[in-house]
């Protein structure tokens, strides 16, 4: 397995999560060791939810999964690049396909993208 840098972010390196085809940055995660393991091994993308405290198997919840189609690795060894092919219409957990769906202009913000689904639907209400 390839290794990666994991010392200077608490364990954890980020994540990049771009459609193979079309170039668009879908979002920004973190991976510790054992999810880069488990995204080599199964070809699928797995992260590390901060939030959560815990392994993350993308779509594990929405369906909406990522399948990897190349793993580039910057320079540092500490950040990586997966070009995947989205199944599923959204990479946001709050429905949009990118997580970078909101524009700033003139310092005030609007939302360029199509609310795939309600996430309220797919994880239930936030509390």
């Keep these: 397995m390839v290794k990666l840098d994991f010392s200077k972010l608490d364990g954890l390196v980020t994540a990049v999560a771009q459609d193979w085809q079309t170039g668009e940055i879908l979002m920004v995660a973190f991976m510790?060791?054992?999810?880069?393991?488990?995204?080599?091994?199964?070809?699928i993308m797995h992260y590390w939810s901060r939030s959560r405290?815990?392994?993350?198997k993308k779509g594990e919840?929405?369906?909406?999964?990522?399948e990897v189609k190349e793993l580039r690795i910057d320079c540092d060894a500490d950040c990586?690049?997966?070009?995947v092919r989205q199944i599923g219409d959204a990479a946001c957990?709050?429905?949009y396909r990118s997580c970078f769906?909101?524009?700033?202009?003139?310092?005030a913000e609007r939302v360029d993208g199509v609310l795939v689904f309600d996430p309220e639907k797919v994880y239930g209400e936030k509390k």
């Design 80 to 83: 990586v690049l997966a070009r």
């Design 93 to 95: 957990h709050t429905g």
């Design 53 to 56: 405290g815990k392994l993350w």
């Design 32 to 43: 510790n060791a054992e999810s880069w393991e488990l995204t080599q091994k199964t070809g």
């Design 61 to 66: 919840s929405s369906g909406n999964v990522q």
């Design 101 to 107: 769906h909101r524009v700033v202009e003139g310092g």
